[in-house]
Nanobody, 120 residues
C-alpha cells in the first residue's frame, strides 16, 4: 500500500516562493512517475507537473518557467518548487503516484492535499 503525505503549503504573497514536499511510503516510488495536481474552488482538478522515474519532467502551460518538479529517490520524496507565485495559483495541491499510458499520465495514489494561498 502506498501512502503520500504532502507538506509545505501556506500563505504567500504574489511574487513569492513556496516549496511543496511529498513523502511516499512503499517500495514502488523509485520506478513510478510522480505528479502534482491542484484544484481551486469551483474549478476542475488540473495536472500541474509530472516527473518520470528517470527524471523526465512535464508541466502545465500555466506554470511552465515558474514551477520545478524534482525527486529524491533515496528519500522517496518529490518536490514542487513554486516561484513567482500568482493569486491564480491558489488551490489545494495534491501529490500523486502513477504512470504513463499511451502518452497520458494516470495517477493511482493520492495524498491528502495541502493548501496554497497566494494573496497580499
Amino acid at each position: 500500500q502506498v501512502q503520500l503525505v504532502e507538506s509545505g503549503g501556506g500563505l504567500e504573497q504574489p511574487g513569492g516562493s513556496l516549496r511543496l514536499s511529498c513523502a511516499a511510503s512503499g517500495s514502488t516510488f523509485s520506478i513510478s512517475t510522480m505528479g502534482w495536481y491542484r484544484q481551486a474552488p469551483g474549478k476542475q482538478r488540473e495536472l500541474v507537473a509530472t516527473i518520470t522515474s528517470d527524471g523526465i519532467t512535464d508541466y502545465a502551460g500555466s506554470v511552465k518557467g515558474r514551477f520545478t518538479i524534482s525527486r529524491e529517490n533515496a528519500k522517496r520524496t518529490v518536490y514542487l518548487q513554486m516561484n513567482s507565485l500568482k493569486p491564480e495559483d491558489t488551490a489545494v495541491y495534491y501529490c500523486n503516484l502513477g504512470g504513463y499510458s499511451s502518452g497520458r499520465y494516470f495517477p493511482d495514489y493520492w495524498g491528502q492535499g495541502t493548501q496554497v494561498t497566494v494573496s497580499s
